[in-house]
């Protein structure tokens, strides 16, 4: 202990820890969380549910889903005991009460937690063994502030254990080649396979950084020429076994018809209904401008211009095996860029968090070179930096803010202070998009589509309009998919294809219109939106600071 505490990088990861465990109960006790898209708390258990079951397929692979039960196991048995019977129906509604799904939830969050300071804590050994330990600092606290890992590090979402996987296997493959050690790239073989058995869009890390990698590291080192037999047969063995450990857990090797579903939908629905830039040229220059103004957004500018300084000063200044290691980030995150970014045709901040953590790398090899410079520039480079620590650390901080002052606590005092027992409220969207509602009222969710259930909710299937209920509780940022879908659109983006369907589809749009215009008989009684002021808005994953409005009805 008394070691740890005399390492910066303890206090670092502290420090991080700090950022990430304050929004732990965000949105919680509840039946569901209101992290968009998040593998907890009930994706995992579907996952378990039928990525192994003949003919099925869940949208993710199971890895997490299986780390996550784990701790899981005793609540879910318990969950089980106390179920009225084994019938899909009463197994489902027992489980999916508050206190068990709040359980699940803390579970996945502090698993997430944990990954997230494995990621920056792997960036920082990444960058000391290219550039050394002042500049592995750096990296390090570089990577503590960035403000997509800030938020990804403390919800379910799979984004940060896929990469934290994919880091290590990085960081092996990094050593086998500055250590002459081909062994090493078995673990690194493995890590890769666990990181896409985690999210599959993890093979764009691997998929062109790494032949490159292997290829150019026969080409300037005579070591690997030397032993090229025993090299060659090390890499095709470890990634015999990674591909068959893959396959195995994927389910491939016991579900084949379930996992050719799975590979369809997600190169089919599951990504291209989301595409939001054209397939033509056009659309390929549309999103790499999105993604420049996304790196370049306020002190964004000011680390992607630090990143571009430490690969330069990196690349002129290393030679051989260290060179073509420390280049291994910068083919990881190009990677990435080509293989997923644009074939999925996406620049949403999760699909743009691998560039940003792995840019780290070189943020702190340009501090240690600055710091490394004649007095007075080493004086005016450690203002800038900690200038624009500081504003980093702020936009960190507004994630957290975001989450202790979510508007949807608003809306909840609001409905709890206004709402009779007799009051019935109808709602529309997905679960992570709703407060939660007050016991006392009859709540009805209309949907055109099935989603996930939540206790005390009546799920009504039909077309919307024709409201009776007292209140009206919507997302607005829902709402502006029927009523203006490009509002919500920054940079190029055009709407996706899901997006244009709910905007043509003529009758809820004219229903949600008329009644965001008050043409109905409904009046907008509350709105529940972000406070401004001390914090930038942020909005990531549609989680964060969207408004939500209450409408209540008049006579």
């Known amino acids: 202990m008394k070691r740890w505490l005399r390492e910066p990088l303890f206090w670092i990861l502290l420090a991080a820890a700090a950022l990430r465990l304050t929004g732990l109960f965000w949105g919680l006790p509840a039946s569901d969380g209101w992290d968009d898209d998040g593998f907890a708390p009930r994706n995992f258990l579907t996952a378990l549910a039928l990525t192994w079951k003949p003919g099925a397929y869940f949208t993710y692979p199971p890895l997490h889903a299986l780390l996550l039960a784990l701790p899981s196991l005793p609540v879910a048995a318990w969950a089980l005991a106390h179920a009225p ?154 990634a015999i076994v990674a591909l068959f450990a893959l396959l195995l857990v994927d389910g491939a090797l016991t579900n084949l018809g379930g996992f050719i579903k799975r590979l369809a939908f997600l190169t089919g629905p599951a990504s291209q209904d989301y595409a939001q830039y054209h397939h033509a040229l056009a659309g390929v220059f549309a999103l790499l401008g999105d993604m420049f103004d996304h790196y370049t957004r306020g002190v964004g500018a000011m680390a992607l211009a630090l990143a571009v300084l430490g690969l330069a000063a990196f690349a002129l200044r290393a030679r051989g095996a260290l060179w073509l290691a420390g280049m291994l980030p910068l083919l990881a995150a190009i990677s990435f860029t080509l293989c997923f970014n644009l074939a999925a045709l996406r620049t949403d901040d999760r699909f743009l968090l ?58 909840e005092h609001w409905m709890a202070a206004h709402v009779r027992p007799s009051d019935t409220i109808e709602t529309y969207g997905q679960n992570a998009y709703l407060p939660r509602f007050p016991a006392q009222a009859a709540v009805i969710r209309v949907a055109q589509a099935p989603l996930a259930p939540l206790p005390g909710i009546t799920e009504l299937r039909r077309a919307y309009g024709a409201p009776n209920a007292r209140y009206i509780v919507v997302s607005d940022w829902w709402l502006r998919h029927y009523t203006s879908p490009r509002s919500e659109l920054g ?65």
């Open 85 to 238: 019977s084994l019938s899909q129906h009463d197994v489902i509604a027992e489980i999916t009460k508050p206190a068990y799904m709040t359980y699940f939830a803390v579970v996945a969050r502090l698993v997430g937690i944990v990954m997230s300071l494995g990621i920056i804590w792997t960036i920082g050994m990444m960058t000391m063994i290219v550039a050394g330990r002042r500049a592995s600092l750096f990296a390090a606290g570089a990577c503590a502030l960035n403000v997509g890992l800030t938020y990804y590090g403390q919800v379910s979402n799979l984004d940060v254990p896929y990469l934290f996987w994919a880091l290590l296997s990085l960081l092996f493959c990094m050593r086998a080649v500055l250590e002459t050690r081909p062994r090493r790239f078995w673990w690194a073989a493995l890590f890769a396979a666990a990181a896409v058995a985690t999210k599959d869009q993890a093979y764009a890390i691997f998929a062109l950084s790494l032949p490159l990698f292997v290829a150019a590291w026969f080409a300037i080192d005579t070591w690997p020429r030397r032993h090229a037999r025993s090299v060659l047969v090390t890499l095709a063995l470890a």
């Open 491 to 555: 940079g190029r983006r055009m709407p996706s294809p899901k997006q244009q369907a709910q905007f043509h589809d003529g009758p809820a749009r004219a229903y949600f219109t008329a009644l965001r215009s008050g043409r109905l008989n409904y009046r907008l009684a509350h709105v529940s939106a972000a406070a401004t002021g001390l914090w930038p808005m942020l909005h990531i994953h549609e989680s964060l600071n969207e408004t939500i409005l209450i409408f209540e009805r008049v006579s």
């Open 354 to 411: 691998p560039q940003s953590v792995l840019a780290c790398v070189y943020i702190g090899i340009a501090a240690a070179f600055v710091f490394a410079a004649r007095p007075m520039l080493r004086w005016a480079a450690a203002a800038v930096l900690a200038i624009t620590c500081l504003l980093s650390l702020h936009q960190a901080m507004a994630v957290d803010a975001a989450m202790l002052l979510d508007p949807r606590y608003d809306a």
